[in-house]
Nanobody
Framework: QVQLVESGGGLVQAGGSLRLSCAAS????????MAWFRQAPGKEREFVAV????????YYSDSVKGRFTISRDNAKNTASLQMNSLKPEDTAVYYC???????????????WGQGTQVTVSS
């Protein structure tokens, strides 16, 4: 089992940057695929990015590709999401998720953080 805690959200102007972090408990962090999802008010939770256990492969949603970068540090039990060129439509609560298997759907993930709010003003 793993517990996840996100940090780094906030208010930023369009075109700005934020870096989200996800701190994981436990000694088996490198056995989990890590992903980021987001949920805007009135919308379903949507996939943002995923990184495999080794960190050598990543996949992004079309809406963030080229602007966001997912990374992980298995020695520090952390995953991160660097968000650049932010747009108002990126406004949402961002969630870190973990699972033993790869997936890009929210239902694929068993472990979730509490979420961190990202607000992008125009």
């Amino acid at each position: 089992q793993v517990q996840l805690v996100e940090s780094g959200g906030g208010l930023v102007q369009a075109g700005g940057s934020l870096r989200l972090s996800c701190a994981a408990s436990g000694r088996t962090f490198n056995s989990y695929v890590m992903a980021w999802f987001r949920q805007a008010p009135g919308k379903e939770r949507e996939f943002v990015a995923v990184i495999v256990r080794s960190g050598q492969s990543r996949y992004y949603s079309d809406s963030v590709k080229g602007r966001f970068t997912i990374s992980r540090d298995n020695a520090k039990n952390t995953a991160s999401l660097q968000m650049n060129s932010l747009k108002p439509e990126d406004t949402a609560v961002y969630y870190c998720a973990a699972d033993s298997t790869y997936g890009i759907s929210a239902r694929d993930y068993d472990y979730w953080g509490q979420g961190t709010q990202v607000t992008v003003s125009s």
